[in-house]
Structure formats: C-alpha cells, structure tokens
C-alpha cells in the first residue's frame, strides 16, 4: 500500500486539527472514516484510522502499537513521535509536527525531481548523440568500415550502461547509509559529512530530539526516559548512541547539561550552554520548545538550500559529461579529415 509524504502530511494535519479541537483519537479516526464513501479518500488513511480504532478499542493498545498491524508503511519515526506525544497528553503536538515534517521534505523532493528532468534529457540525448556520432563519423575515416562503426557504437552502448550502473549502485549507497544511519553512529557521522545532505540530516534529527524532549518534559516524564525516548525519535545513530550512554547517569542524578556537554561532536556548544542555564532556572521545558523551533527553521533552510543545489550540482555534472562526449565526436571528426587530408596526392 502506497503512502507518499504529500498524503501522510495531509492525515496528520487533519489529525492536529482534531485532537487539537479538544477531540479524542478514537473520536478523529471516526470523523475521517466518516468520509469513507468518498472515493478520494485514501486508502492509506483509512487503513491509519482503522487500525488505530482496532488495537484502541479492541486489544487496549497504544496508539503507536496498534500502527504495528497497519497494512500502510508506518516508520519507526512516527512511531516514536506519537509515542512520545500520547504518553505526554500532547498528541496534537506529534501530529503538528509530523504534518509540518513531511510537509518539507515532501515539497524539497518534488523540487529536486522536477529540477531533474531537463539534465536528465540531456545527458540520454548527449550520450546517444555522442555514440551515434562517434560510428557515423567512423565510416568516413579512410581505414574505417561497418564492422569498425558498430564495433565504436556497442562499445559506447556498453559504456552508457556502465554509467547506468554506477548511478544506482550510489542510489543504493546513499539510501543505505541513511537507513543505517538512524541507528549506526558511525553510518551517522558519515552522512553528515556530505555536502547539502548532511547538514539537513543533522538539523532534521535535533529538531525530533528537542521536541519529544520537550513534550516528555511537559508531561513529567523522568529525565532519563525523555533523553532514550528522544534519542529514539531523532533517528540519528550518534543521538541514539549518545542517549544509550547519557540515560543512566541521568538515572544517577548527573545533571542534563554535564551529561550533554561529554557528546560534543553530538550536541553545538549553543545548544548545551542554553540548557545548562535552563536548568538551573528551571525552564528546560521552555528551552527544549525554543530550540526545537529553532533546528526546525534551520532544517527548512537546510531543505531549502538542497532543493536548489543538488540539481544544480548534478547540472554541472551532466554538462562536463556531455561537453566531453561532443569533444570526443570533434576530434573524431577532426581525424578523419586528416586521414584523408593524408591520402591526398
């Protein structure tokens, strides 16, 4: 079952819009499904709300459990951000938040595709034109023949698949390092280093992190168990390792700020020494909100600033290539005319 990012901002919106009117979940499932002969509604939606009705009603289960048995794709991220806003009384919260969420990303990927479609014409009619070229410009060269121009054409035919492959195997690469990423420190710190990508990764994850901290917070959870819930959530394996490290000497009676400031290469200095102070005056909750206000404007810049240089990038890069190939034709071209150029008496 299908479930785009346009679609899941589109239900959880409407599901902040309920829970935020003073309506319970059970009562905002039913209002949905109330629109269930209308064939536009989607089926992904109707499958949210049914399950939840289900393991709410029937099983006595969470929210975030009775998404376990939804046939739609429900991530382990929006799991734990409703999680975190049911066990706080903060619902509207969660879904504001992941309305707000998929919403960007949704919007930054239908520009980056968009963006996408002129380079990738491009390069398919350079690349024909450049094999094309190269086998036609052979038969007139004075030791070409037929068999010498398909030889050039299969030959350019292989490289074109070659590039093929090495495009997707990157596909993979990237979206395996991501996947591993939410769980993997180390996979972490790699995807932060690449350029565009990295930085809107590190912004998306903060951002999680200092909003379910701070509806654990408001809702009086132990400090211990908001730093594992948050760190869950953000979906990042350097705030998860650092959450596995930090939680049992918050347990111990550390302070947040201390237990914070040894994760430098997790947490910016800003954001530690904000805390810190914070803490002492007692307006954690306050801070966690500010600054989950704060990462989520700068990862909207972040997704911003990759929606416009990735295709850009991959513009450049299609160009280089296609200027090559039609250099390459060139000088085909070039010595063939001296070739006969040579044979002239």
């Not at 917070?217 to 168990?225: C, E, I, Q, R």
């Not at 989950?292 to 290539?321: D, M, N, R």
Request: proline share 3%; with cysteine.
């Amino acid at each position: 079952m299908k479930f785009p990012l346009a679609s899941r901002a589109q239900l959880y919106r409407e599901l902040a819009n309920y829970t935020r009117s003073a309506f319970g979940i059970e009562k905002a499932c039913e209002s949905i499904l109330d629109r269930s002969n209308n064939r536009r509604l989607p089926a992904a939606h109707r499958a949210f709300c049914e399950s939840i009705l289900d393991g709410v009603r029937n099983g006595n289960r969470s929210i975030a459990a009775s998404l376990d048995s939804c046939p739609a794709p429900i991530s382990d991220l929006e799991k734990s951000i409703i999680d975190a806003g049911e066990r706080g009384g903060l619902l509207e919260r969660s879904f504001a938040h992941l309305a707000e969420h998929f919403d960007r990303v949704a919007e930054a990927r239908g520009r980056i595709v968009k963006s996408l479609i002129y380079p990738v014409i491009l390069f398919h009619v350079g690349a024909l034109f450049a094999i094309a070229g190269s086998a036609v410009v052979s038969t007139f060269h004075p030791d070409g023949n037929a068999e010498g121009a398909w030889a050039i054409a299969r030959r350019g035919l292989l490289w074109f698949g070659a590039s093929y492959v090495l495009l997707i195997a990157l596909g993979f690469g990237l979206v395996s390092l991501y996947r591993n990423a939410r769980h993997s420190a180390f996979a972490d710190a790699v995807l932060q280093r690449i350029p565009l990508l990295g930085s809107t990764h590190r912004y998306l994850a903060l951002g999680r992190f200092c909003e379910v901290f701070s509806i654990h917070l408001s809702a009086g959870t132990k400090m211990d168990n908001s730093y594992l819930a948050s760190g869950k959530a953000a979906h990042a394996g350097l705030i998860l390792s650092a959450s596995q490290r930090g939680a049992p000497r918050l347990a111990a009676g550390e302070s947040l700020a201390a237990t914070l400031s040894e994760e430098r290469r997790t947490f910016p200095d800003p954001f530690v020494h904000g805390l810190a102070s914070a803490e002492e005056s007692g307006r954690l909750d306050e801070e966690f909100a500010h600054w989950a206000k704060a990462y989520s404007g700068k990862s909207a810049q972040a997704l911003e600033t990759l929606s416009k240089w990735a295709p850009k990038v991959f513009y450049g890069l299609v160009l280089i290539t296609v200027a090559l190939l039609i250099l390459k034709v060139g000088f085909g071209y070039i010595g063939a005319l001296k070739g006969w150029m040579d044979q002239m008496p």
